[in-house]
């Protein structure tokens, strides 16, 4: 169980509004009491900060907003001292445009050393060099001035135009990485949550982007930038130097987990080869729809291609780059699968109570699956996205880049509350980077700690109970709903050894429970015994 601090966001000590790692060092007892084993920092590395610290200009220091060395230090002992495992962030796709080796490249001439760490070429005439274009908006090249003052070449980002693309066919980029790893590793950290792991490759030629492919919709084994089959070399080769640091029955639990928004399945499981990472990010499951069927499918097609290269799945429902699942599954249309865009003001506002309803519920599924999972910081609160955000605090590229089209993530992106009064709510003394709705005091874990029924006292109880019948390595099975009278839209399925079925109503009917049981945990108030609409529990078989 891995939770995902997004350091910007959870806890500011020095009162700027931005949170820091000693605010971090400050609150880990939350994870304790929560029940996870580790956490996993976004990056807080020097950076310019124009996509939130994913344009790292130094990857060896920390960015002063976050902190120093020291505190990281101070972090990483006192979670170990907490029993916590500590995972970093590693962007390895793309430097930021203020990284020195961009600076070198800018000011040395077309087919140098220093421009051949990162992707430049001659455009077509005044026209970039292929059609590709940024997941952020616009065109993924621009054009850098020539020797003359004149345009010269064309430099890739698949991101913002600040983040240019580095070339991984460069011997000097794969080294680097290397002693980059071995940096942290030294330091103490128990691994790396990999940015962009499907990117680093891309097909050669640079060929363009069939056009009647849809970049966002279309399967990336369609598209040239992603999952090119040379990544997995890189990765074979960090797994061997990871692993360097494991000492079998020891201390082996140094772990690799990728960013890879692949599709088809079977492609992702290839990131998760015994010789390559441990964990890749289950996003298929994340964007699956509120559907009984669907949910279904997602988890067998998901466990089976897991299984068939040997590693357990790796379940999310939420992150910093997707509406919170509170909100997302409380919109009208809850089979909407696009859900980086976030929500404005003039936008249809999303159910709320609908919304953490069905966001509970999933929660207790995903929290029974075999594999591991990562929550996202203050999921455990309920915190729904700020979809009321003004237009003019965001800070996310994509909002500039889509031409105020798409409004992106900062949604999700807000500091989380710690009580339900004080300067920005227990966040810090300052004022916060963005603004908390005013349900957020409502939910801060003072108003919740103790309170049965509460999400925080939800998913306590839900970790308490996975960690103590070892649900992570248990084995599915499918139980028909027909077998307890219900129908289609319920889901249903036991943990082979562990005395636990999982039940979770997605239908518009109350249903009935399978006698011979009782309830561990609910994710919602029962009426009469009868399992509400979008309400799952766990339950315990009796005699
Ligand atoms: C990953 C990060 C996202 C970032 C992007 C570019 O998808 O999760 O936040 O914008 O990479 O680095």
């Not at 404005?344 to 159910?351: A, H, K, L, R, V």
């Not at 929660?363 to 990562?374: N, R």
């Not at 027909?482 to 562990?498: N, Q, W």
Request: charged residues 25%; contains cysteine; negative net charge.
């Amino acid at each position: 169980m891995i939770y995902q601090i997004y350091p910007r966001s959870w806890a500011d000590h020095d009162g700027d509004g931005i949170g820091d790692l000693p605010g971090i060092t400050s609150r880990l007892d939350h994870l304790v009491d929560l029940g996870v084993d580790a956490l996993w920092l976004s990056p807080f590395y020097p950076s310019p900060q124009h996509d939130a610290g994913y344009d790292v200009a130094d990857y060896r220091d920390v960015d002063p907003m976050f902190g120093t060395l020291d505190d990281f230090d101070r972090l990483v002992d006192r979670a170990h001292a907490l029993g916590l495992r500590v995972i970093v962030d590693i962007v390895p796709n793309h430097t930021s445009s203020d990284h020195p080796w961009f600076r070198q490249a800018l000011a040395s001439g077309s087919g140098s050393p220093e421009r051949a760490r990162y992707v430049f070429r001659d455009g077509q005439g005044n026209e970039p060099p292929n059609n590709w274009t940024s997941r952020f908006g616009g065109p993924a090249w621009t054009r850098v001035p020539g020797p003359d003052g004149g345009p010269g070449q064309w430099y890739l980002h698949l991101f913002d135009v600040t983040q240019p693309d580095l070339d991984w066919t460069n011997a000097e980029v794969r080294h680097e990485f290397d002693t980059i790893l071995r940096f942290w590793l030294d330091r103490g950290v128990d691994g790396f949550r990999v940015d962009v792991a499907h990117g680093l490759a891309k097909a050669d030629g640079l060929p363009d982007l069939d056009p009647t492919i849809d970049p966002v919709r279309s399967p990336t084994a369609l598209q040239p930038m992603w999952d090119q089959p040379e990544v997995h070399e890189i990765y074979r080769h960090w797994r061997r130097l990871v692993d360097t640091y494991n000492v079998p029955g020891e201390d082996a639990d140094r772990i690799l987990c990728a960013e890879a928004w692949v599709e088809p399945r079977e492609a992702l499981a290839r990131y998760v080869r015994s010789d390559e990472m441990h964990q890749s990010f289950n996003f298929n499951f994340l964007l699956t729809p509120w559907r009984a069927d669907l949910i279904r499918a997602s988890i067998t097609d998901s466990l089976k291609h897991a299984a068939d290269v040997g590693a357990p799945q790796t379940w999310v429902l939420s992150n910093h780059d997707v509406v919170r699942h509170a909100t997302r599954l409380g919109r009208a249309d809850a089979t909407r699968t696009v859900i980086t865009s976030g929500i404005g003001t003039d936008d249809p506002q999303p159910d709320p109570v609908l919304g953490l309803r069905r966001a509970r519920a999933a929660t207790t599924v995903m929290l029974a699956l075999p594999g591991s999972a990562y929550l996202y910081q203050g999921e455990e609160l309920g915190l729904p996205d700020a979809t009321k955000l003004p237009d003019a605090v965001r800070q996310d590229p994509t909002w500039l880049r889509s031409g105020h089209t798409d409004r992106g993530r900062d949604g999700c992106r807000v500091p989380v509350p710690w009580s339900s009064n004080g300067p920005s709510l227990g966040f810090g003394p300052g004022h916060p980077w963005l603004p908390q709705p005013d349900v957020y005091a409502q939910l801060a874990p003072d108003r919740q700690r103790g309170v049965p029924g509460s999400t925080l006292e939800l998913y306590r109880r839900l970790l308490r109970i996975r960690r103590q019948r070892h649900l992570g390595t248990a084995r599915l099975d499918w139980v028909d709903p027909v077998t307890f009278g219900a129908g289609e839209d319920v889901i249903s399925f036991d943990l082979v050894g562990r005395d636990l079925r999982v039940v979770a109503n997605l239908g518009a009917t109350p249903v009935d429970l399978p006698a011979g049981s009782e309830i561990l945990v609910a994710s919602g108030d029962l009426e009469s015994g009868r399992l509400q609409p979008d309400m799952a529990v766990w339950l315990h078989p009796v005699d």
